[in-house]
């Protein structure tokens, strides 16, 4: 593909994938490191232009998913640079981080609910619920057989109810099951 037609494919990419993937990525992290992710996810776009699909929002969405565990565990890591060298020079005073502030009240059942859960399945309701992905495509993202979203899905969403009745949050649109039409 000549570079004329490769930056013309990908501002076509750009224009279908930057609002979710920056939505999706705004409801799994932090602002600054979204901005981030959605950059190394473009990036991975125009390297990879010649493999995105004809449909390059699942496709994209399991890039953005990859570059945002790429970036935890980044972070991860200078955490606990930091802590060693605070241990070994402790800082004069204490900042409140990000972690620190209390959450907001509306949908604070569900939000405990989902970080009870197992991430995997949390991920998975997180796409099927906030992204509107169906299964065919939550299998793109995550790069599995839309039969096996669809078994996950249903013991994900029961664990979720299960946990939600537990935890005395009252139920919602249980029976919604509409998705992303194309």
Same mark, same amino acid.
């Given at each position: 593909?000549?570079? @004329?037609?490769?930056?013309? +494919? ?7 994938? &930057?609002?979710? &993937? ?11 490191? $979204? ?11 125009? #390297?990879?232009?010649?493999? %995105?699909?004809?449909?390059? =929002? ?5 890039? *953005? ?7 935890? !565990?980044?972070?991860? /890591? ?12 402790? @800082?004069? *005073? *204490? &900042? ?9 009240? $509306?949908?604070?059942?569900?939000? +405990? ?6 991430? $995997? ?5 997180? =796409?099927? $619920?906030?992204?509107? =992905? ?6 793109? %993202?995550?790069?599995?057989? @839309?039969? *096996?979203?669809?078994? !996950?899905?249903? #013991? ?8 939600? /009745? ?17």
């Amino acid at each position: 593909m000549s570079s @004329p037609a490769r930056r013309e +494919r990908l501002e076509e990419v750009a224009r279908e994938v &930057v609002e979710p &993937v920056r939505r999706y990525l705004a409801r799994r992290t932090d602002p600054a490191t $979204a901005d981030d992710v959605l950059a190394d996810t473009l990036l991975v776009c125009w #390297r990879r232009i010649d493999e %995105v699909p004809d449909d390059p =929002l699942p496709w994209a969405y399991g890039v *953005a998913r990859r570059c945002l565990a790429n970036a935890e !565990r980044a972070s991860r /890591r200078q955490r606990r640079v930091a802590r060693k060298v605070a241990a070994v020079d402790p @800082p004069a *005073a *204490a &900042v409140p981080g990000p972690d620190d502030e209390p959450a907001g009240a $509306a949908g604070e059942g569900v939000r +405990r609910a989902l970080a009870a859960l197992p991430p $995997a399945d949390a991920e998975l309701l997180r =796409l099927w $619920a906030w992204e509107g =992905l169906a299964a065919s495509e939550i299998a793109v %993202v995550l790069d599995t057989t @839309p039969n *096996a979203v669809g078994s !996950r899905l249903t #013991r994900a969403r029961q664990k979720l109810r299960d946990r939600l /009745r537990k935890d005395g949050v009252p139920g919602g649109h249980g029976g919604v099951t509409e998705r992303r039409t194309r």
